[in-house]
């Protein structure tokens, strides 16, 4: 008899740290190998969010703090709701926790029963559905293929509600296709959602402020204020901020369920680290200068890397507006056999002979739940990307 639960079980371990884990082990054997499936910048963290980092160790704030969040970051969280996002929440309507993932898994633990549905487009960030499962619901996906610009339409969100959806989970701009919908697209959303009143809106909008093109971000709440006491709007500091390793996420939403995602945290992990938290209070409240001359650099990173799979014969590799991710379609290449023998029958097919005839690493697109996919994480040095779509295009050259 297995001596693992039955829920876990039906989980599967994230595929693009799996695909990252595997990307280090070669390089560690002494192999050439591109990693391009992590999704976190390259750059540090700015200067002066590590030196609020070391103030609060100097100054002895190393100590618990309430669960979900000390005051002075609360606050700092108000503030940047109504800059960026025009919304007016109460402390007492936030949540912090250790990252984003945190956030979003302590609102489905604390939501779900079992049978109950969460609606989930695809592609989709590879956590979603394997949370809904450690918490007892059920995934729902609706497809938001490549000729809709990776974007779910209001039919498609129709026709997949049901009177056992709890959660509608959206992502904007999206990992893994950096797709982000304007304010009509979304309005056209909300404008269905407002119709079945027992849906709640969870939003990830962890990928915020990377934008290009003057791509204007907006959120469901700030659209439609009538969904407002229905949704939670999740963020965090770990991508745009450059704090992946800092562990901080935070959501506002309805008082009630802030209060059950407390409860859960005081019985699982209490505050997210101290130190960080104070480095995230000065992340929200300092200098946001470096986040645009960052995004200029994603945007060439972007261009360069879109321009070279475009130049290969059967990938279709769109522009996406936000985040750091292109998924080009390879649907022309599948039924192709490589230099090195092995048959392109999927894109799993696909990106495991891409690692181990060339060293590139890219995440399949199977993972998100869209074939056939690929993902690039292009937040990596103009050099490796250049090299990296180089071999890319010598691999797919040879394939007959
Ligand atoms: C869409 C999305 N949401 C949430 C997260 C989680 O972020 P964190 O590192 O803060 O847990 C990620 C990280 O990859 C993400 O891509």
Redesign the pocket.
Known sequence: MSRLSATLSRVKPSPTIAVTTKAQELKAAGRDVIGLGA?EPDFPTPAHIRAAGIRAIEEGRTKYTAVDGIPELKAAICAKFKRDNRLDYTPAQVSVAS????I?YNALMATLNPGDEVLIPAPY?VSYPDMVLLAGGEPVIAPAGIETGFKLTPEALEAAITPKTRWFIF?SPS?PTGAGYTWDELKALTDVLLRHPHVMIMT?D??EHLAYDGFEFCTPAQVEPALYDRTLTCN?V??AYCM?GW???YAAGPQDLIAAMRKIQSQSTSNPCTISQWAAVEALNGSHDFIAENNTVFARRRDLVVKMLNEVEGIDCPTPNGAFYVYPSIAGLIGKTSAGGAKITDDEAFATALLEETGVAVVFGAAFGLSPNFRISYATSDEALKEACTRIQTFCKGLS
Do not use: E
């Open positions: 999704g990252g984003g993932k945190q979003l960030w992502n990992n990830d962890m990928y965090g770990s991508k992946t562990r901080i996420g």
